[in-house]
């Protein structure tokens, strides 16, 4: 009697179950900023795939990448090079990359599915086209139409397509999500936008590349080190190595603006937003004024962020050819804890943030001396800030002081804004109304015995 037949399970993946998975867990935003990587990997790479570090002086003027965003319809085109028509064929609109596809030197495309994830988040009629030196093409996505079959081959259709009026890539997306259509109804989801890609493109932006959003072109995020008066920014650059893949690595830190003359948590201030500590991979700012234990704040003896730290920002600097070497999330919108690259860098922007804290501490101490050399400083650019091992601060002299007491309570808010009206500013800092209600019953109570 023969063996029976031996059956397999079947383990084939639906169309409409990895749509979701790919599209779930990634927001509206990063898909758009996915899209934006593939027009500036386009640029460079027609400029050479050279390195983003601050020392290029890599050109980008001639490089344009607009963005229109409305409930009817999204798009994002450039004249950044195209895809090539191989490029379409063997790679782009694959699901991941093989092992044996080419990496695009000092991108920050890791996994092969930006492009893809972005456009299904958006919508469900698309269109992708391409001029390039050697033609033009275009490939259709009606999405309901291609999640009608599930069996393999998964591939989509390419046809001929009339040229662009430059060699770059358009990529139109109509019968748009809910979501989507919701975001870009939104003024303020539009608002945030521009101000990400201010701030995450900065390095492009100022390299002459433009982008425009809505007809109406971004400027980058000016970033500048105050230097001067005995403040001087640390500059420090080192190569590290991933699995035989050379990583240079640049951080740089110190002051960009003075302390507060508050620490109050409750005091509103919009520039409190911008510091903290920012990575950037290959030229994209992934990680953005972070004050958590993700770059060490409350870990290994650092305290957590406080008010007090405000006026610090330490930058981080990771250049590599391989993207898969740098310390990306998927999402590139954060950076891998577990990266050893990373890790490696962390002790010494731990130097760097225990000088800032240590010398905030004095601070309250000599306010005033320390406010006069802050007056001193002055801006330099993020690019010409010069080499320097370790960030230099003034060396104030801790005074002799009172013990002193700390008071803490609650009040009901209006109870405390009426009292704020009554010292005649209502929008006086909780701390200094609690200070003057102390001295008020003091003087009061107390008087000069």
Not at 244 to 261: F, K, R
Not at 381 to 404: F, G, I, N
Request: charged share 25%; net charge negative.
């Amino acid at each position: 009697m023969g063996q029976p037949e031996p059956r397999k399970a079947e383990a084939n993946p639906t169309k409409n179950f990895f749509v979701r998975m790919i599209t779930r867990d990634i927001s509206l935003e990063d898909c758009i900023l996915d899209l934006i990587d593939n027009s500036v990997d386009g640029a460079w790479r027609s400029e050479g795939s050279r390195p983003m570090g601050l020392e290029q002086n890599t050109d980008l003027s001639k490089y344009e990448i607009s963005i229109t965003a409305s409930v009817k319809k999204f798009s994002i085109e450039d004249n950044c090079g195209g895809m090539t028509l191989d490029d379409a064929v063997n790679h782009a609109f694959s699901f991941g990359r093989r092992s044996d596809d080419a990496h695009d030197a000092y991108s920050i495309g890791v996994y092969g599915i930006g492009m893809k994830r972005a456009v299904f988040k958006l919508g469900k009629s698309i269109r992708i086209r391409s001029t390039y030196n050697g033609g033009s093409f275009a490939v259709p996505i009606s999405v309901d139409k291609w999640l009608e079959n599930d069996t393999p081959p998964w591939d989509f259709d390419i046809e001929e397509d009339e040229p662009l009026s430059a060699k770059g890539v358009n990529i139109t997306v109509e019968s748009l999500t809910s979501g989507a259509t919701a975001a870009f109804g939104n003024p303020a989801f539009i608002q945030n936008l521009r101000r990400t890609i201010s701030r995450d493109y900065s390095l492009h932006i100022n390299r002459g590349l433009k982008i425009f959003l809505n007809e109406s072109q971004i400027p980058g995020w000016q970033i500048e080190m105050l230097e001067g008066a005995d403040f001087a920014p640390m500059r420090i650059e080192y190569a590290d190595e991933v699995e035989g893949d050379h990583v240079s690595v640049e951080i740089i830190g110190g002051m960009v603006a003075p302390p507060p003359e508050s620490a109050d948590p409750d005091i509103v201030d919009e520039g409190e937003k911008r510091f903290g500590w920012y990575v950037v991979c290959n030229g994209r700012i992934v990680l953005a004024a972070d004050k958590t234990e993700l770059s060490g704040w409350g870990t290994d003896e650092w305290p957590q962020w406080h008010r007090q730290y405000s006026g610090f920002i330490g930058i981080v600097l990771f250049t590599a050819a391989k993207a898969t070497a740098l310390p990306l999330t998927t999402t590139k919108r954060s950076v891998d804890p577990s990266s050893e690259v990373f890790r490696r860098a962390k002790p010494r922007m731990r130097e760097v943030t225990r000088k800032w804290i240590d010398y905030t501490n004095v601070r309250k101490q000599s306010l005033e001396e320390a406010k006069a050399a802050e007056g001193l400083a002055r801006p330099v650019a993020l690019t010409s800030v010069v080499r320097l091992a370790e960030v230099r601060l003034p060396r104030l002299a801790a005074r002799s002081a009172q013990r002193v007491a700390n008071v803490s309570y609650s009040v009901p808010l209006p109870k405390l804004k009426d009292l704020a009206k009554a010292f005649g500013n209502i929008n006086m800092p909780y701390r200094e109304v609690g200070l003057m209600s102390f001295n008020y019953s003091y003087d009061d109570k107390v008087g000069d015995e």
